[in-house]
């Protein structure tokens, strides 16, 4: 009876692994017109940082200087970063981030054995929905969409991930990166694109729970992490976030 019990208790743990990972689609998908100029504002548009003035929300060791169009911020090794106030935006359960990043070249981000952290949607309640881009030598550029993940996960964590090769980018040019939600409907979707080009995922309604956020983050580990620094290390422009998602934007 004992045997039966546990070989009906791992029959249902791999029925729920193969599960879980039907449920996890993602297919590829491009923008229709990568942007060619600097963002304008829209209605749907929460937050604009040209870094062409003053501004707020850098902090630790940068400077700036050339960017994508005109002047950018520079983050510098080993504490640099970049975050936007978030708990007065009108942002949650659909939205986009977008903006324009070039590690320093010489450190050969793109495809170097080094973790670096790109972007950190931090949500206003512990446990809620955030999202995390990072490249990692063992995950090339990653999207994770969870329900407040913690540090020093296994690789292979979560299910709900997109990955983009990142090896063949120019070291030396800026690239623009996409990423946006839509936790309405029928199915939840999660997108994100590297130069117009990248991937989008669908999970069953109900897999996340919309929610508001603190902060967005960029250029270094989490803001609460005790973690060492997960330094970008580059420069970043024309950060622009919006209150919708990017699927009315995607090529047909």
């Known amino acids: 009876m004992e045997t039966m019990k546990s070989m009906l208790a791992i029959s249902l743990a791999l029925m729920a692994t193969c599960t879980?990972?039907?449920?996890?689609?993602?297919?590829?998908?491009?923008?229709?017109?990568?942007?060619?100029?600097?963002?304008?504002?829209?209605?749907?548009?929460?937050?604009?940082?040209?870094?062409?003035?003053?501004?707020d929300g850098a902090s630790g060791e940068f400077s700036t200087?050339?960017?994508?169009?005109?002047q950018g911020l520079h983050m510098h090794m080993p504490d640099g970063r970049y975050d936007v106030d978030a708990s007065g935006l009108d942002l949650g359960a659909t939205g986009t981030v977008?903006?324009?990043?070039?590690?320093?070249?010489?450190?050969?981000?793109w495809r170097d054995q080094a973790w670096r952290y790109f972007m950190h949607a931090r949500p206003a309640e512990e446990g809620g929905f955030q999202l995390d881009l990072w490249r990692h030598p063992r995950s090339e550029l990653r999207l994770s969409a969870t329900m407040g993940m913690e540090p020093f996960q296994p690789m292979d964590y979560p299910d709900e991930r997109v990955e983009?090769?990142?090896r063949g980018l120019d070291l030396e040019e800026w690239h623009h990166?996409?990423?946006?939600?839509?936790?309405?409907?029928?199915?939840?979707?999660?997108w994100l694109l590297l130069n117009g080009e990248g991937h989008e995922m669908t999970v069953p309604a109900g897999t996340f729970t919309p929610g508001s956020f603190?902060?967005?983050?960029?250029?270094n580990r989490p803001s609460g992490w005790a973690t060492p620094y997960i330094p970008m290390d580059g420069g970043i422009d024309e950060v622009r976030?919006?209150?919708?998602?990017?699927?009315?934007?995607?090529?047909?």
């Open 214 to 219: 603190a902060s967005i983050e960029f250029g």
């Open 164 to 166: 983009i090769n990142t």
């Open 98 to 109: 977008e903006w324009w990043v070039r590690p320093r070249p010489v450190i050969q981000a």
């Open 65 to 70: 200087g050339e960017g994508q169009w005109g």
């Open 20 to 55: 879980a990972a039907v449920a996890v689609q993602v297919e590829p998908v491009g923008l229709e017109q990568v942007p060619d100029a600097p963002f304008e504002a829209d209605e749907a548009t929460v937050y604009h940082q040209d870094f062409e003035a003053n501004f």
């Open 177 to 190: 990166m996409l990423v946006s939600w839509d936790l309405t409907g029928d199915t939840q979707r999660v």
């Open 241 to 252: 976030i919006q209150n919708v998602s990017v699927a009315e934007r995607l090529a047909q």
